[in-house]
């Protein structure tokens, strides 16, 4: 029906930068809600980002090093991470809240990516 599919997770050293994307695709009228969630080892899913209407909030553990933003066209949502931290190393996984034909808007899930920040 909808899938959301992530890409551009890797090894980087602390102080590096990466870009995730996730792009959604299927029966999509509209994507209203993006988020950006992280499960670090031993932890529990926390989330990242949010992008809603132009409007973007961070959790203050990402504030001012990563940056949300959407290419509506496209229906991709992009995370750049920059200034990396190996409390950083997480699996990250995209959520969207999607609106498709004959349905209510409906929370759907990337597979997530691995994202491993040495020291």
């Known amino acids: 029906q909808v899938q959301l599919v992530e890409s551009g997770g890797g090894l980087v050293q602390a102080g590096g930068s990466l870009r995730l994307s996730c792009v959604a695709s299927g029966s999509i009228l509209s994507i209203n809600t993006m988020n950006w969630y992280r499960r670090a080892p031993g932890k529990q899913r926390e989330l990242v980002a949010t992008v809603s209407s132009g409007i973007t909030n961070y959790s203050d553990f990402v504030k001012g090093r990563f940056t949300i933003s959407r290419d509506n066209a496209k229906n991709t949502m992009y995370l750049q991470m920059n200034n990396l931290k190996p409390e950083d190393t997480a699996v990250y996984y995209c959520?969207?809240?999607?609106?498709?034909?004959?349905?209510?808007?409906?929370?759907?899930w990337g597979q997530g990516t691995q994202v491993t920040v040495s020291s």
């Open positions: 959520n969207a809240y999607v609106l498709t034909l004959g349905s209510r808007s409906q929370s759907f």
